[in-house]
């Protein structure tokens, strides 16, 4: 990914909200997404900047309104798209006062799922997340021998992934005590976890794997992904398939995207442990090695009822970042999904899988943080958690920042656990 004009941190824009030190949207980012006004049926595509929502149509750059055949553009066309916005943003502009009119604020609008997701692969790059969990369940095995060989991951369900702020209800499935028979009931153990979602832009033909040299060319780029987990659900039912209605209850990803683009500036190396074994040749290339791993720094915040009613602010139980978690870059995993011959299409969604940092305080779930319940974590206001209660909110954010470069976040992804209607 190549650093131009477009990343300059020097760049201001007559949007006077982007050019505030803590904004997660300044002109060096312009992420994309959906949003429709109220009283409107249809959504748009709009692009953040500072604390508006750019109308993308609006603006004449492109005649698209549909946001998956703008995310399957090539990847010339998709630089050119950002240019032409980041030229029109800037302070001076000529397109000023013709862009103005196709603001709107971004508090005053519905903001929705940023694309319409076809597919969804639920991966599991988080090696530290892997071990810990295996650690708790297998101690004497922890780390499964195919880990290091093979990006892990399996198939999941779109239709109950959901847009950030839509609460949802906690799950009933079946749960197994020891020495007892299985019951229906709801979970007790509900659980987050903190991942990232990685938008598929172009697709390839069924039986073309895509070569790791050119995967980023099919990736659109990131989001935040919170895959909600009921984890006692999930201890009963997930051998030998894996998991099953312990996850497809709801997922929730961050209304906007942040483009392959203005993640340039904020890649790093991606260097194997010593003594760990090489990926295969398939998995392996020098841009991969010199640049595949991306700088994003993570955060979990957890509010409770109690705290909102009282005013108390939502209060962060967990920071990890994306490159030292993730034992697989988003190319191997492009990479790794079509080498049989799989065709992936634009709006399909890749969820990273916990990304959980090396020390106990960068746990990307509650599963690790509190050792499987055995531990509790302490709110403001004195309340403990193990797992979620109803009425807790969990909110996602992320960003990235370089000494040279414009600091851009990711905005939020956030979601609230509702009480289980009663079985009729």
């Known amino acids: 990914m190549t650093i131009d004009a477009s990343h300059d941190p020097a760049l201001q824009s007559w949007v006077e909200s982007a050019n505030a030190a803590d904004t997660d949207f300044p002109i060096q980012n312009l992420p994309f997404g959906r949003f429709r006004p109220a009283g409107h049926d ?68 519905e903001l929705g799922l940023p694309c319409r997701i076809g597919d969804y692969t639920d991966f599991y790059v988080g090696i530290h997340h892997a071990t810990t969990v295996g650690t708790l369940f297998r101690p004497d095995n922890p780390l499964l021998p195919n880990y290091k060989w093979v990006p892990i991951g399996y198939h999941g369900r779109a239709s109950t992934i959901l847009a950030s702020g839509q609460p949802f209800t906690r799950p009933r499935g079946q749960l197994k005590a020891a020495d007892a028979a299985p019951r229906l009931a709801l979970t007790q153990r509900l659980d987050f976890e903190l991942e990232l979602g990685l938008f598929i832009g172009r697709g390839n033909r069924l039986g073309e794997a895509i070569p790791i040299t050119s995967a980023e060319e099919h990736l659109f780029g990131i989001a935040l992904f919170n895959d909600w987990s009921a984890r006692d659900m999930q201890a009963w039912e997930y051998q030998p398939l894996g998991p099953f209605l312990s996850k497809n209850f709801a997922s929730t990803v961050s209304p906007w995207i942040v483009t392959m683009e203005a993640l340039a500036p904020f890649r790093r190396p991606f260097v194997r442990p010593e003594g760990d074994p090489q990926p295969l040749p398939y998995l392996d290339s020098e841009a991969n090695r010199h640049a595949g791993a991306i700088d994003i720094e993570l955060e979990v915040r957890l509010q409770s009822r109690a705290m909102r009613e009282s005013g108390i602010p939502a209060h962060c139980i967990s920071r990890s970042n994306f490159a030292d978690a993730a034992y697989w870059t988003a190319a191997q995993l492009v990479a790794h999904h079509t080498v049989n011959g799989c065709a992936l299409t634009s709006g399909d969604l890749f969820g ?22 055995k531990q509790t974590i302490t709110l403001p206001g004195g309340e403990v958690r193990s797992f979620l209660e109803d009425g807790d909110s969990i909110a996602l954010v992320g960003n990235c920042s370089r000494a040279g470069f414009r600091r851009i976040g990711f905005g939020r992804c956030e979601a609230t656990v509702e009480p289980s209607p009663a079985m009729g």
Request: net charge neutral; aromatic share 4%; no cysteine.
């Open 42 to 109: 249809e959504w748009r595509i709009g692009v953040a900047i500072g604390d508006q929502v750019l109308d993308l149509r609006a603006t004449g750059l492109t005649d698209h309104t549909d946001m998956n055949r703008l995310m399957a553009l090539a990847p010339d066309e998709r630089r050119a798209l950002r240019r032409s916005l980041s030229a029109g943003l800037q302070w001076g502009s000529a397109q000023e006062k013709a862009w103005r009119a196709a603001l709107f604020v971004a508090s005053s609008v």
């Open 352 to 373: 990273s899988g916990t990304l959980s940092g090396p020390r106990p305080d960068q746990a990307g779930s509650l599963l690790e943080l509190t050792q499987a319940g």
